[in-house]
């Protein structure tokens, strides 16, 4: 199947030279000028991955962002002229997947795309049996966490960094093998943006009443322990 891409951008030029780039891959994309049309048609479409412009008119990208994982764990990569590390954690904390900045390059957000696609596609053909630790169950097969039985909602980066994690409990994983694990061998993405996405899969766990799953080691990086979760 063509994947079918959403291009969320309201600069004519800009979107020009996405489309141009994105065909020449073969992929089907869609083309949304405002927050608005974005939301619907993403409600509509269904595509398999959005490029979220964050300065857009009606409902700026942060909010299209913010109420898309209220619903989707589709993948987003922002495309944002706001180059402060702030302004692209803030994006990544609302559940974005990658980012690229203003003035950027055409194949290298191709390159990007590619990963994220295939990294999705990945996630979808693995048909391990679920994980299971406790009342904790990590289904890789069906892309779901339940805790209790209760579904919790994770992005597609927050689930694969627990699945990182959980594969292999007790060890633990410096910022970088956590990066490149759930972004990919090449990204460009700050070490930092791995403490805002364990800090919003912690707190899902702990909405879900599944505390003590993932550990802190200081200096170091994080760790999943069962054993203790389980006490």
Known sequence: ?????????????????????????????????????????ARERQPDLIILDLMIPRVDGLDVCRILRSSSDVPIVMLTARTTEDDILLGLELGADDYITKPFSPRQLVARV?????????????????????????SLIRHEVQYDQKPITLTPRE????????????????????LEGAFGPDTESLERTVDYHIMNLRRKLDDAQATGYIQTVFGVGYRFSAAQAAQ
Do not use: C
């Open 159 to 178: 689930f694969k960094l627990l699945v990182i994690m959980a594969r292999e409990p007790g060890r633990v994983f410096s910022r970088q093998q956590l």
């Open 114 to 138: 590619r990963t994220a696609l295939r990294r999705t596609r990945t996630l979808q053909r693995d048909t391990a049996e679920n994980m299971t630790f406790g009342s904790l169950s990590i």
């Open 1 to 41: 199947m063509v994947p079918r891409i959403l291009v969320v951008e309201d600069d004519p030029m800009t979107v020009e030279l996405i489309k141009t780039y994105l065909e020449k891959e073969h992929w089907q994309v869609i083309l949304a000028n405002n927050g608005r049309d974005a939301l619907d048609l």
